[in-house]
């Protein structure tokens, strides 16, 4: 079935770097728009970056964009968030997600990532 596997989560210092993937499998990954979010301890789950199906177009939101950069290898079925300059308050747990699939949303799992010194 249609699944989301996010990977690539964990401790890194402020200033630091990590890529997150999520692994698409189930369906024609390159024919779908793909979304980040993330949901930070105690607040609301928050939009953070999509991408068109092509990887042509992308948008960010204020608080990451000159920091995260998305991107996507169709061949490999696997949308990617390289993450720098990270900060304190970008601590959360990751999630990629697929808006419209027949008529519903696909969620991945979340990957926690925790940026502290």
């Known amino acids: 079935q249609v699944q989301l596997v996010e990977s690539g989560g964990g401790l890194v210092q402020p200033g630091g770097s990590l890529r997150l993937s999520c692994a698409a499998s189930g369906f024609t990954f390159s024919n779908y728009f793909m979304t980040w979010y993330r949901q930070a301890p105690g607040k609301e789950r928050e939009l953070v970056a999509d991408i068109n199906y092509s990887g042509g177009t992308t948008n960010y939101a204020d608080s990451v964009k000159g920091r995260f950069t998305v991107s996507r290898d169709n061949a490999k079925n696997t949308v990617y968030l390289q993450m720098n300059s990270l900060k304190p308050e970008d601590t959360a747990v990751y999630y990629c997600?697929?808006?419209?699939?027949?008529?519903?949303?696909?969620w991945g799992q979340g990957t926690l990532v925790t940026v502290s010194s």
């Open positions: 997600r697929l808006p419209y699939y027949r008529g519903r949303e696909v």
